[in-house]
């Protein structure tokens, strides 16, 4: 059994101001960099031992990471897998925008349904298929230890539905109770 502590990015510019990022690229905000740096201290001693450092490839979990290894001891590896899911037009959006253009799909996206496709962008269903292939690949190089993931709020989302994770928050899951069997979908905000 492989050990996750997954970790959701710290704020990015387009947190700081409500819009949804999907695959957007913005980077840290201020207020961001000095979260990953509490978070970096705080995991000093919680993450110490853990096998390997592993980020989405968005800069705003790679900057995360970055501040996260020198206090882990890790390099960090860089895995697309691990990315947010697309949310196509949403990009850039805030809620009330979406809401206001596309309000039955966003009526359907809050009601947790698994086949919406926000924007034009990647389902729930797909998503969580990804980061179900890349917690496989980690079990095969990492078994029986424990890793880092730092990653996003939607990609967590998809193995822990309707999971409530502000901004450098952590999880620890457990790579044997990841059921393949799809989840309870639940009512969620914005990715």
């Known amino acids: ?73 890790l390099e960090p590896e860089v895995w697309p897998l691990l990315r947010e899911a697309d949310i196509g037009s949403w990009s850039g959006r ?34 969580r298929s990804r980061a179900l292939g890349a917690v496989r690949e980690l079990e095969q190089r990492f078994a029986g230890g424990s890793v880092v993931l730092v990653t996003h709020l939607g990609w967590i989302r998809s193995l822990a539905p309707g999971l409530q994770l502000g901004n450098t928050g952590t999880l620890w899951l457990d790579s044997a109770r990841l059921a393949e069997a799809e989840p309870a979908w639940r009512a969620e905000e914005a990715i």
């Open 94 to 127: 805030v809620s009330a925008e979406i809401e206001a253009l596309w309000p039955e799909d966003y009526r359907r996206f809050r009601a947790g349904d698994p086949e919406l496709r926000p924007g034009g962008g990647e389902s729930r269903r797909a998503l």
């Open 1 to 73: 059994m492989l050990r996750l502590l997954c970790i959701r990015h710290a704020e990015s510019t387009w947190n700081a101001l409500g819009r949804w990022q999907g695959q957007a690229d913005p980077p840290l905000s201020e207020a961001g960099r000095r979260a990953a740096h509490a978070l970096a201290e705080r995991l000093a001693g919680e993450a110490a031992g853990a096998a390997a450092l592993v980020s989405s490839d968005l800069l705003r979990a790679r900057e995360t990471a970055g501040i996260l290894s020198r206090a882990l001891r």
